[in-house]
Each structure stands twice: as C-alpha cells, then as structure tokens.
C-alpha cells in the first residue's frame, strides 16, 4: 500500500524558516515524480512545486525564489525547505505522488499533511 | 495560468438524487488533462477523475466525468449520504498546474 507521511510543520515568524519532509513506502519512489500541494485554513488547494524522478523542479510563482524542493531517492523522502516565509504562506502542506517518473501532474495518493503556521 | 472556474459554490440534494459539477477553463485544457478530486473534512484530497473521464480506483461507476477543452463535467447519479465532500477540479495540461476554488456537495 502507497502511503506518504509529512512532517516538519509548526509555527514560525515571518521570514523564518522551516523545512518539511514526506516519508514515502508502498511503491518504488525513485520512479515517480513528486509535488507538494498546499491548502490554506477553510480554502481551496495550491500546487507549490514539483521534482521530477530525476530532480528537475518546478515552482508555483507564489514561492518561487523562497523554497526549494529536494528528493533522497535512497531514503524515500521528499523534501520542501520554506525560507522568508510569510503569512500567506500558512497552510496544510500536503506531499503526493505523481503517475509517472516525468511530472504528469495528477495527485494520487496524497498524504494527511502538516500544518505550517506563519505569525510574530 | 489556466484559471478554473467552479460552480455551483454549493449543492444541497436529496440521496437519490443526480449532482451536476461544472468546471469552466479560462482557455483550452490541453489533452483533456483535467482530474477530479474529492475531499472529506479532516482528510486530503482524494483522486477521483483523470483525463476528464477515466474514473480512478475505488469509486463506483456512480462518478463519471466528461468534456473538452474549456468545459468539464462531474456527474454523480444516485446520490448516497457518503457522496458528502467537497470536490475540486484541476487542469494538469500546462504549468502552473491549478485547481478550480471548489464544489460542496451536501446531501440532504
């Protein structure tokens, strides 16, 4: 069974940092693209980034310049570190598996997420 | 960026009932890279529709979508009281990959 668990959220100021981590088992990760997909409290979703089998990334523009998405094949994990974080930054950060090792762009399955709170 | 427009906000209907989900693109969606997801409270989304019309593991036959180019379709036939949720649509035919703002199904 595929399942993704994200950790690493928490609350931090404005202009911090924080760097969060998806553990991935159920399936052979090194063959599938990977994104991060965020969802602010009570809206809507947000695709944030994307990093390809081989490690080519994608970012939304909303973080572009401030985060970097990163993948250890070797241990299964994905990664997003946060830098100069806002508020508008807060939101459920949700990892997800891609359909192939090129990004498609389809999310299934997702994992639960972590929270990340921005506020002073 | 392809903006997607989603409505009705809301839908109240009876079990039994049909649900119609619309979702409008501000151009073309490529290939009919269009996917479906379904959300519950307290849990991520889950896929429900790719390629428009190709319904993903686990979801009766009552789910299908249809349509190309810039209008897209989410039919739910025989409603049933776990059909509660919150559907999104999303276009993965060109980045940024976006969703639409979201459909709630509520089952009277």
């Known amino acids: 069974e595929v399942q993704l668990v994200e950790s690493g959220g928490g609350l931090v100021q404005p202009g911090g940092s924080l760097r969060l981590s998806c553990a991935a088992s159920?399936?052979?990760?090194?063959?599938?693209?990977m994104s991060w997909v965020r969802q602010a409290p009570g809206k809507g979703l947000e695709w944030v980034s994307v990093i390809g089998g081989g490690g080519g990334s994608t970012y939304a523009d909303s973080v572009k310049g401030r985060f970097t998405i990163s993948r250890d094949n070797s241990r299964n994990f994905l990664y997003l570190q946060m830098n100069s974080l806002r508020a508008e930054d807060t939101a459920v950060y949700h990892c997800?598996?891609?359909?192939?090792?090129?990004?498609?762009?389809?999310?299934?399955?997702w994992g639960p997420g972590t929270l990340v709170t921005v506020s002073s | 960026e392809i903006v997607l427009t989603q409505s009705p906000g809301t839908l109240s209907l009876s079990p039994g009932e049909r649900a119609t989900l619309s979702c409008r693109a501000s151009q073309s969606v490529r290939s009919r890279y269009l996917a479906w997801y379904q959300q519950k409270p307290g849990q991520a989304p889950r896929l429900l529709v790719y390629g428009a019309s190709s319904r993903a593991t686990g979801f009766p036959d009552r789910f299908s979508g249809s349509g190309s180019g810039t209008d897209f379709t989410l039919s739910i036939s025989r409603l049933e009281p776990e059909d509660s949720a919150v559907y999104y649509c999303q276009q993965y035919g060109s980045l940024p990959w976006t969703f639409g703002q979201g459909t709630t199904v509520e089952i009277k």
């Open positions: 997800a598996k891609d359909l192939q090792w090129e990004p498609h762009g389809w999310f299934d399955p």
């Open positions: 159920g399936f052979t990760f090194s063959n599938y693209a």
